[in-house]
């Protein structure tokens, strides 16, 4: 952290100072943590309330890890000595945001914010490799984008970033208001709507009018950069009072791809402002990706060629059509997350890739959930959508397994290549046994079911 001391922070959180030592009130804290397993010497430690623990009952161990304060619940039991450099506060999670939203309000630089239904964490990854080509980039670790995660984030800034990128996730209406409120993003990048988390929403509007909280979070100073060729976000544009900068295949935009062509690893390339890109990340939704972070980088003052390079170098996130070769065996580990957008996306992506002779496709998907009232209808068409790309083998694992095995039946596919499980352990050992050299292994699910312990664990680690 940089010139933020506790004293400082104290006040943010409308915490208690008065038995704090004046020492400690003017010590910059080396940084923030919830995790006393990752806590560092210096650090402050919010016991963050959970549904299944409370973060107080490891106060202990976060100062005998070297934490200098401690942040808990009003009502926490204590169990600490007397003088213990303890304050409390009426909800831990608030003062996390609370500290990172005026902790914010120092940094000068410029920050970005990233949301969608599909794509944040790699368009997010995609846009700091671009942005760092020139700039000092700090961005989101992994994809922490909730309430907890984005102030930690935004509490990682330091004096030597002259940018952020912050992906913003959400699953119920007003959070990404929420964070847009501590992040205060001058650049708000929205990718595309799907049907993500619709048991908490009860429809597709619905959705979009949460995602597009960040547009209207944005000052009239900022820049909102909106998938052109989304008509849910489209139809939203009207309620921001910023500049809306476009990207697209299809409807008028600023940054358009052009001449888009899929090459045998199922990776696309294509023109944008006259420039080629070569894209290592398969799927031709990644050209809407690359758009996204072509329109930040622009919009941040870059060179086409700049660009244009951090592009064709980058390489897809873990888990995220993360593509791995292993004894003659293609692996391709999209097992992150699932909704019906980013299959539909991954099924398109299958279908132009190129099997080697004498290989075979092999695809695992596990439930995607969250869906609510949609899921029996969104399972079956997922499963039509995979059975029509005549696997080898089709694997399906959890609750909805009976629903994509009737969609992939009714395109066609014979019966004796799908084969339903309870869990991805017990369908491990049949991958195991049949798959060989050439063939291709997708693996795909909602991050619950675990899929990638079909890479992961297939004869060996990835």
Not at 35 to 40: K, L, N, Q
Not at 64 to 69: F, I, K, M, R, T
Not at 111 to 119: H, M, P, R, S
Not at 200 to 221: C, G, I, Q
Request: net charge neutral; charged share 20%; hydrophobic share 45%.
């Amino acid at each position: 952290m940089t010139e933020y001391p506790v004293h400082r922070l104290l006040a943010a959180i409308g915490a208690d100072a008065s038995l704090i030592p004046p020492a400690l009130l003017n010590r910059v804290p080396a940084g923030v943590s919830t995790d006393t397993r990752a806590i560092r010497p210096g650090d402050v430690f919010f016991g963050i309330r959970g549904e299944r623990f409370d973060g107080a009952a490891f106060t202990g161990a976060a100062l005998d890890a070297g934490a200098v304060l401690a942040v808990v619940n009003g009502d926490a039991a204590s169990g600490l000595p007397p003088g213990a450099p303890v304050v409390r506060v009426s909800d831990t999670v608030r003062a996390l945001g609370d500290a990172a939203r005026d902790y914010r309000s120092a940094f000068s630089g410029t920050v970005l914010a990233v949301t969608g239904t599909n794509g944040k964490t790699t368009v997010k990854e995609m846009v700091r490799s671009v942005l760092g080509t020139r700039f000092r980039v700090h961005a989101t670790s992994g994809n922490l984008n909730n309430h907890i995660g984005l102030p930690l984030s935004v509490l990682g800034l330091n004096g030597l970033h002259d940018c952020a990128v912050f992906e913003m996730g959400m699953s119920a209406p007003g959070e990404i208001e929420y964070l847009a409120n501590i992040a205060r993003p001058e650049i708000g990048v929205m990718l595309n709507v799907g049907p993500g988390h619709m048991e908490f929403f009860p429809d597709l509007d619905a959705v979009a009018d949460a995602k597009t909280e960040l547009l209207r979070a944005l000052s009239p100073e900022g820049t909102a950069i909106m998938n052109a060729d989304d008509p849910l976000l489209r139809a939203r544009e009207s309620g921001g009072r910023c500049r809306i900068v476009r990207f697209g295949v299809e409807a008028p935009c600023d940054f358009r791809a052009e001449g888009i062509e899929t090459g045998p690893d199922g990776c696309a390339s294509f023109r944008a402002e006259g420039t080629s890109v070569r894209l290592r990340v398969p799927g031709v939704h990644s050209v809407y990706n690359a758009l996204a972070a072509w329109a930040s980088g622009r919009v941040m003052g870059l060179e086409k060629t700049e660009i244009a390079g951090a592009l064709e170098a980058f390489e897809a996130p873990k888990m995220r059509m993360q593509t791995i070769e292993r004894e003659g065996i293609r692996y391709i580990n999209d097992s992150y997350n699932a909704n019906p957008l980013s299959m539909r996306a991954a099924a398109d992506m299958l279908a132009t890739l190129r099997i080697p002779v004498g290989g075979r496709l092999i695809v695992a998907l596990g439930d995607m959930r969250e869906l609510g009232t949609v899921s029996v209808s969104a399972h079956r068409e997922t499963g039509r959508r995979f059975g029509a790309l005549g696997p080898a083998l089709l694997v399906l694992v959890g609750e909805q397994a009976e629903n994509y095995r009737a969609g992939a039946i009714e395109t066609g596919l014979d019966a004796a290549r799908i084969h339903t499980f309870g869990n991805a352990a017990e369908a491990l050992p049949m991958i195991n046994d049949l798959k060989r050299p050439g063939d291709v292994v997708f693996a795909k699910g909602s991050r619950a079911l675990g899929m990638e312990r079909f890479i992961a664990e297939s004869n060996g680690k990835a």
